[in-house]
Each structure stands twice: as C-alpha cells, then as structure tokens.
C-alpha cells in the first residue's frame, strides 16, 4: 500500500527559459524579457535529466536522513506535530528566497536541481497542510536545504563563476548549522519559543520583502538606495529569525511541553506585488506593458502559508516538473490485511497505527456519550496499547474513570498523560482525583497550575474556591471537603475578577513584551501564531479529538494575555488567603505512632503474630490516605556502634513488630484489597540503619554452613536518598525503600492450614539448624492492645509467627514494592485488617544474609481501594504487585553465573536447583570482591543490601538451572571490571564484629 504519487507537468504563457535549436555551439540562448540573465552552466540538461539527478541525490540523502532523524520522525509523526527542528529551518531558507519575489529566477545562477526540491518539499507540504506532517515532505525539505546551502557556498559559486544571492554570506553559516545539526543526537528540548522573537523576525522578513519587490520595478539592480536598504532589513530580520529558529531547535521540548508552533500568513499576494488582507480577495490592479512582457499574467495570487509555498505562484512557459504526494490507502486496510505490509513506508506504518488508535478512540467516546463507562475504559486503553504517545488517549481514560469515581485509576492515567504534555484538561482532572482521595494540597496545586494556563477557567476557580473557601464575612464559617465521599460535590460558580485571584493565590497577568521596532507597512497584514496541544481529549474536535488551539494576531499586541507567573510579594496583600496556612493544609492522618528507640513491647498499636482475631487499631474509607510508623524488625535490639554483639545476642522470639492492623470499611472475604504505596522514609532523627550476619544457632542465612555464621554487621548512614558505611567503605548508592513486610490477616481456617502443614515440615526434617520453619510460640508474642487475657493467650497460642511468606502477603522482602508500587492482596476477614512492618532502606535481590537489608525504622504512606469479588476474577491465590516505577539508574553491571553444582563445596551435581544455582552466582561474587580488598563478612553483607539483581536465566536445560547475579560498577567509588593486570588489593577495613574477635 504504497503513497500515490502523480507528475504534474505544467505549462503557461510565456518563460524565463527557451531552447534554441539554431542557437551558436548548442547552447540554450535566454530571452532578455524583463530581467537581463547572463547564461547558467547547468543550462544544457534537460529536465528530464535534472529530475533523474534529483531523484538519485534525494534517494541516498533520503538513506541518511532517515539514520539519524528515524526514531524522531516516527515520534512527531505518531503524535501529529510538526517539529521545529524539521520544518523551519527549510522554511527558514525557503523565506530567504521567496525574499526576491519572481526576481529570484532571474538573479540565481545556481543549479536547476535545487528549484526542483522546493517544488517537490513544498507541493508535498501543502498536500499534508493540516495537523498532518509526511515523512517523505520533511526528508525532501531537509534534502533541499542541504543541497540549496552547498550551491550557494561561497567557494563553490567562486570556482564555478557562478553569481550568488544577496544573501550569499549567510550561506557558511548556515551550512556549517547543518553539519553541526547532523552531528547531534536526538535533540532534547526544554521551554517553548519565545513568540514575540520569532514574530519580530518574521514581519523584518516580510517588510524586507515588499520593500525590495516594490522596488524592482523602479530602481535598476546596483542602485545604492535600493542596495542598502534591502541588505540591511534582510540582515536585521534573518539575525532575528535564524536565531529564535536555531535556539528552539535545541530548547524547545515536543514530548515534555507538547506545544507546536504553526505560521501562517493570511495574506494573498498578487503578482503585480500588492497584497490582500483577506483570503480570497483578488488584485484588481492595471497589468503594465512591461508586466504582460515578463510572463506575469493579472489575477494570478500567490499565497504564503509560512512554507515559502508561494516561490512558484507565478507561471512561466518552462514545463515544470512537480511532485505531489497523497498518503492515501484507497479501499486497503492494513489491519484487514494482516497488519502493515512490508513494503510500507515509515510514514504509511504510523500513519496506519494513527487511524487505528483514533477509531478506537471514537468507539470509546460513543460509549462514553452512552454511560457506558467500563467499555469506554476498554476502548481507551486499547488506543493508548496502539500509540503511547498520544496523551489525549490517557485524559479520555481518566475522565470515563472518574464518572466511576476510580480516583487512583484516575489520577495515574492524567500523570502519565501529564509526562508527556502539560495541558490544563489534565491538571484539572487529576485536581478532582487527588480532591477525592483526601489529598486537597496537591490538587490546590494542580487547579494552580490550571489557572496560570487558563486564567478565566471557571471550572477550575470553582474547584480551587472549595478548597480554598472564599468569604467576605468573617463570621462565615469555612467550608471544607470531606475527601471519603463517594462522590464530588458540584462546585459553585465563580467570576475570574481580580479580588477573587488575589484570594485564591493567583498571581495576575503579565502583559507580553512589545517589540522593539515599529511596523512599516500599511496594509497591516496578519500574522496568525497557533499553537496545537495534543491533550485535549474532549472528542469534540474536527479531526484529532478536539485539539486545543489559541492564536495571537499581531494586530492585538496592544492587548496581550500571557501565562499567569508568580505573584510579586508586595501584590499579595495583608490576609494569607492564597498560602498555606493551617486553615487551608489537610495533613494526612498518621493512624499508628511509634517511638523507635523504645522496645518494641512497650508501645500501643503494634504486633509480631498473625491471628484473625487481633483487633483492627484504626478504620479508614477507600481512597484516604493515612501514615503508619513503624519500628524496625528486631524492636529496637540493635545499636549504631561498632561491635555486633546485640546481633549475637538478639532474642528472635521478639521479632517482626507489626503496626497494625488497619481495617478498611467495606472490605469483605473474596474481595481484593488495593494498596497503594505512596512514600517510605525514615525517621528525621534516626537516619541510619543496619545489615546484619546472624549466627548459625540464631537465625543462620543464606551461608550459615558454609561460613560457620558468627555474628557481624554493619551500619548505614543514610543521607536522603543515598546510603555509606564506615564498616564497608568505597561505596555510596542509592536507595529502593520498601516494606518487607506487609499484609492481610488471615482467616481461621487459613491459619490452621498454616500451622498444620508448617508442623508436617518441621517434624519430617527433625531438629534442624537453623529450624526449616517456625512454629507457633506463645513466649515473647505481643500484641500492643487491651485486650481480655483469654484472648491474649490464644493469640500467643495459636499466632503464626511472621517469619515466611504466606498467602497473605507476609515476611516476602520484595525490593520492588516501593514509592508508587500497587499492591492486590486477597481478603480472608471482615476489614482485611492490613498490617506492615519490616522497612528497608535498601536490598539485594535474596537478601541472602537473613538480616540482608539495610533495616531501619521509619514512616510509610499509603491509600487503599477495594475491588469487589476480586479474588475470583483475578485467580487471586497469592497478592500481585506492580513495581515501583523508582530504580537506581545504574546501566553497567558486573554479572556472575551460577549452576546447580556445588563447585564451592564438594562438587556435587543437583537436578535443576535454583537455590544451588543462586549460591554458586553469590560466592562467585564474594570471591571476586574479595580479591579487591573486602573480607569475606564485607562482601557477604554488601550483596546483601546493596541494589544487586538476580535473575533466572534458564531451569529447563537439565541438570543445570542457571541464575545470574549482576552487582552495578556505579556503587564504587573505583573501577572493579576485570582489566589484564588484576587488581591491586586495598586495605578497606573489616566490618562491625564480636567483642571476643570470633567470626
């Protein structure tokens, strides 16, 4: 399914260009109409074979271009936008040569194959006018102007005797621009342009113009008066605009802003070199004598459309040769086909996926209209699967949520349409999600953001007012929301006055800058800016789902509205009405509070056994947010100090304190609890934390046998997001905080089952050390509630203890759930009655020496949901968990492999042991630090709390499963890769050991 592409041969009055059979030694002779035109070195190819030329130098410039534009040619084309750095700099040139009018074909001597690009780049371009852009169009642009600006260098018009263009000295640089631009990596953008720079640029442009066009017919070329004054105009408004163009290609961000600047002049030009305010109007002018001579016939207009387009308005007797073309698929779908052809272009292949999305984005807003809100959602995401990169698509989803009152779903969907454009339709919904999920602060700075976009947005005044209440009379009570409803009050109507923005916080327009120069012409013509957001998903737009669009006419620079920016302080007045203040902040609610240098058995709210009857400590509604502090795993056991003794000595009895439990209102056995993982911290005045070695008789690890465990540890400072320790010195990384340990309550049934099958396994393997599992213990069983003693001691009695994971969630120390994680637990009680304890600042993959993590206490954040039924639907047997989207960015990683054979040890072969496998991958590991200078108890521990990966890389090629342990090189502060001269070991200490030196 090809593009079509049709040769338009045209033909008219009179032409610049004859071939004379008769002519002296076969040169083509030019007839002296109007302008003198001495002869062209390239004069003797036909355009057969000056199209042929073009064809071949277009086709290899094409194969390069598309090397280095590829991967941004497919994103603008996908979201439908024209990129700056693609089309104005051709346009750029274009307009340089559209500055001589007509006169242009009589004063440039360059090579005809470069007037054959701009007729293909700019036929094609006013073929995709619109919000559509053709691939082919912008590799032909790019062709024209690298060949344009190679003819026109200055050393080349010199050796060929060629006379230049009065812009001729501009040609270097502008070349030198496109090797340095074909240099660069994928432009990486920052802020929009500045409109007032690049409108002052193109009317310099355009006075220029009419300047010298309606002076060609009067003076002569050569005359100084016309020399200067043209020479010094084109040099004022080319400065203005190559500089804004050139400075936008690099700062201006498409995927992070999302607005595309548009020109386009309405204004007709006719040949005679007036012109006409309206589209449509015709130059009545008398036609000279000497007019009708030069091939100009009367009537005839030429429009300029910001493309240069109007270069070829006028019409010779020369046959041009123009290539158009017309992505169109006729009657052939791709999708019927089979998916795209392979013969496909990358523009057919976007454009395919485009009108795929967009139809099922159609069906969505026909459901949508209907009240079908679940199927709209269905539609939504699936053209958000086809393109990603269309925001809108995301709005529209968040808006069909929101009728459904799914806030979270909600306000995900408008974050993510907000990463890749900020629009103001986005804002304002997730201002309403966040408003509902109790968190009024950030959706008072969303509806902030919406009004500094659209300042008279009533909706958005009415919003912000309900949560910043608005009063004359200081006797009226404040009115404020109750984030736990169901559903979002109407919002009351408010005018945008001044009174009411000083109120809300809402600084004051300011007006744009004026530019520096007066305008010259008289017919004022106007120049229309428009600026295209993709995010609008209102479905109401003509073609692209309601694209939002705003323009900015020269003529109204008088009265100018620019985005609201902050308020000065001297503007704000007396009242706070627009800061935060306590009237005005709802903090969440922290529902469990501990102190983390108190033992652990002495503080309310807190447990370390499972037990469907221990109480609920606090209730929440679906969607609120609350915090919950928690204690560390131990109670409180271990010291920052330099001896690790409390780690020998710790009693494992009085372990894994939980906060909690935490019912939900609504939660019943069979549904699915939603838990949302806002924010882990520590403690502002307990910024350190702890790994730990456990002895073989107390706890043991992953090599407890094999290293005959003594205790060790080592203590982590942790300072914002990195972690350091003086037990481990030479690495710093960045920290995953997560809980390791999370949730439900089981029901008495599932409880027995634990208990049951946990026995079989311990009385099978006897008196193992360390133990295969733990029973239930009474001594030392805590639960941090008045409660009647019968129902103490059968909690102790029965209680699991916290050490596995079960199918509740539990002890599963998964590094990945942490800030934005979503977590689905299956319901066994009333309430669900969620508890968490066990936070890590950091963690290995395994966290291999059984106190692995960097284990501290600290402060979690969390929101809860409620899916009815959902452990049928989803076959929930165990939770389900989305990441977190936080990762340390570390891109190189030394990588070890393992098998299932005991090469450390005895050299046994196991039949496809993983956990073999994973050994050998951690030993391999030590062993390799230890020749870079850490003991043993160093490595061991550094593997397990730093952010090391491990993976399974196969379990089916019998005997050998294979797992991988990849340790990231950007932790150290020196270079660990194998190089052919080994390393040289360092002295890096040892870590924090017993008192009595025993390890």
């Known amino acids: 399914m090809p593009a079509k592409y049709s040769h338009v041969k045209k033909r008219s009055a009179s032409g610049l260009l004859k071939k004379e059979k008769n002519s002296p030694n076969g040169h083509h002779i030019i007839k002296e109409t109007y302008h003198p035109r001495p002869l062209n070195p390239h004069i003797d190819r036909s355009l057969n074979q000056a199209m042929s030329a073009v064809s071949q130098l277009e086709r290899a410039i094409a194969r390069l271009l598309l090397l280095r534009y590829e991967q941004d040619i497919a994103r603008l084309y996908s979201t439908r936008l024209y990129s700056i750095a693609l089309v104005h700099l051709p346009t750029l040139v274009m307009r340089c040569v559209t500055l001589g009018g007509p006169g242009w074909l009589a004063f440039n001597h360059d090579s005809e194959e470069i007037k054959d690009f701009f007729r293909a780049a700019i036929s094609m371009d006013m073929r995709q006018a619109g919000e559509r852009v053709a691939t082919k169009s912008v590799l032909w642009s790019y062709t024209a102007l690298r060949h344009f600006a190679m003819s026109n260098n200055v050393s080349i018009c010199n050796k060929l005797g060629l006379h230049s263009l009065r812009l001729l000295p501009y040609y270097p640089a502008l070349k030198a621009h496109l090797d340095t ?9 920052t802020k929009p342009p500045y409109l007032g720079s690049l409108q002052e640029g193109q009317e310099a442009l355009e006075d220029a113009c009419e300047l010298k066009f309606g002076w060609m017919n009067e003076l002569a070329p050569g005359h100084p008066e016309w020399e200067g004054d043209w020479k010094a105009k084109i040099r004022h408004g080319y400065e203005r605009l190559s500089q804004t163009l050139w400075r936008v290609a690099r700062e201006f961000d498409v995927r992070g802003y999302g607005l595309v600047l548009r020109e386009k002049l309405t204004t007709k030009w006719c040949d005679c070199g007036c012109s006409t305010d309206h589209l449509g109007e015709v130059c009545e002018r008398t036609v000279r004598e000497d007019e009708e001579e030069s091939g100009v016939r009367p009537g005839k207009q030429r429009e300029w459309d910001g493309r240069g387009s109007g270069i070829f308005g006028w019409e010779t007797e020369e046959e041009e040769d123009i290539w158009e073309v017309d992505l169109d698929f006729g009657s052939l779908d791709p999708e019927e086909c089979g998916g795209p052809d392979s013969e496909m272009t990358i523009g057919e ?47 529209n989803l968040a808006a069909a949520h929101l009728k459904l009152n799914n806030w ?5 969907a408008c974050t993510q349409a907000l990463q890749q454009h900020r629009s103001s339709k986005g804002l304002y919904r997730r201002a309403r999600a966040r408003k509902m999920l109790g968190r009024p602060e950030e959706a008072i700075q969303d509806l902030r953001a919406v009004l500094r976009l659209q300042p008279n947005n009533l909706e958005a005044l009415a919003e912000l007012a309900s949560l910043i209440p608005i009063s004359d009379d200081k006797n009226q009570s404040n009115v404020t ?74 003529s109204s620079l008088n009265e100018p509205q620019q985005l609201l920016s902050k308020t000065p302080l001297s503007e704000r007045g007396d009242d706070k009405a627009g800061m935060a203040t306590e009237a005005n902040s709802i903090p969440h609610p922290t529902l469990i509070s501990i102190d983390p240098f108190v033992p652990a058995a002495k503080q309310k709210g807190i447990h370390n056994r499972w037990h469907p009857d221990i109480p609920a400590v606090a209730t929440v509604k679906p969607g609120q947010t609350f915090k919950i502090e928690c204690v560390d795993w131990t109670g409180a056991q271990i010291g920052n100090n330099d001896c690790s003794d409390d780690v020998k000595n710790i009693d494992l009895t009085k372990i894994h304190y939980l906060s909690g439990p935490i019912a939900v209102e609504g939660a019943e056995p069979g549904d699915c609890l939603v838990v949302d993982i806002l924010d882990i911290k520590p403690f502002d005045k307990m910024p350190w934390g702890y790994t730990g070695i456990f002895e073989l008789e107390n706890g043991g690890g992953l090599f407890a046998k094999e290293f005959k465990s003594r205790a060790a540890k080592a203590i982590w400072d942790i300072n914002g997001i990195f972690a350091t320790s003086r037990h481990i010195p030479g690495v710093r990384f960045a920290g995953v905080t997560h809980p390791g340990l999370i949730g439900t309550a089981p029901s008495a049934e599932l409880l027995a089952t634990w208990n049951k099958r946990e026995g079989e396994l311990i009385t099978a393997c006897g008196e193992s050390v360390p133990p295969v599992a733990f029973p239930p213990e009474p001594i030392n ?55 968490v304890g066990d936070l890590h600042f950091s963690q290995g993959d395994g966290e291999m020496s059984f106190c692995g993590a960097i284990e501290m206490a600290g402060i979690i954040t969390f929101s809860t949901s409620i899916i009815k039924g959902g452990v ?43 956990t073999v496998a994973y050994k050998q991958a951690a030993l391999n590991a030590i ?18 709390a730093a952010p090391v990966e491990s993976h399974v890389g196969a379990v089916v090629d019998s005997p050998n499963a294979c797992v991988t342990l990849a340790i990231p090189t950007g932790i150290f502060e020196y270079d660990i890769l194998p190089n052919p001269d080994g390393f040289q070991k360092r002295d890096l200490g040892q870590c924090a050991i017993r008192s009595d030196g025993v390890l």
């Not at 979270?408 to 995900?412: H, V, W, Y």
């Open 181 to 189: 631009l074909e240099a660069m990596g994928p432009p990486i953008f």
């Open 781 to 835: 069983a805590y639960v941090g509630q008045d409660l009647p003693p019968d129902v103490i001691e059968k909690i102790a009695k029965e209680g699991a203890r916290t050490v596995p994971g079960r199918e509740h969630g539990g002890n599963c120390d998964i590094k990945n759930l942490s800030r934005g994680s979503r977590c689905y637990f299956p319901v066994f009680v009333q309430g669900a009655n969620l508890s």
């Open 927 to 944: 062993a390799y630090l230890m020749k870079i200078g850490y003991t043993r108890e160093q490595a061991y521990l550094l593997l397990s």
């Open 408 to 412: 979270i779903e909600a306000e995900k």
């Open 349 to 395: 292949v976007m454009e395919w996926r485009y009108l795929k999305a967009e139809r099922e984005k159609e069906r969505g807003n026909a459901a949508f209209r209907k009240g079908d809100y679940l199927a709209a959602i269905q539609l939504y995401e699936s053209a958000h699967g086809i393109e990603p990169e269309v925001p809108h698509y995301q709005l």
């Open 481 to 554: 929301t109750n984030p736990s409803s169901s559903t979002s009050p109407p919002p009351t109507k408010i005018e945008p006055n001044a009174e009411t923005l000083r109120r809300l916080g809402i600084p004051k327009p300011k007006p744009i800058k004026q530019p520096p120069f007066t305008k010259l012409r008289s017919d004022d013509r106007k120049l229309k800016i428009v600026l295209l957001s993709p995010a609008d998903s209102s479905g109401t737009g003509r073609k692209f789902g309601g694209l939002n669009t705003s323009s900015l006419n020269t």
């Open 872 to 914: 049928e639907k989803f076959a929930l047997k165990q939770p389900i968990f989305v990441p977190s989207p936080i990762d340390p960015m570390y891109s190189q990683k030394i990588v070890f492999e393992g098998l299932s054979v005991d090469i450390h040890g005895d050299g046994r072969q196991y039949n496809m042991d993983a």
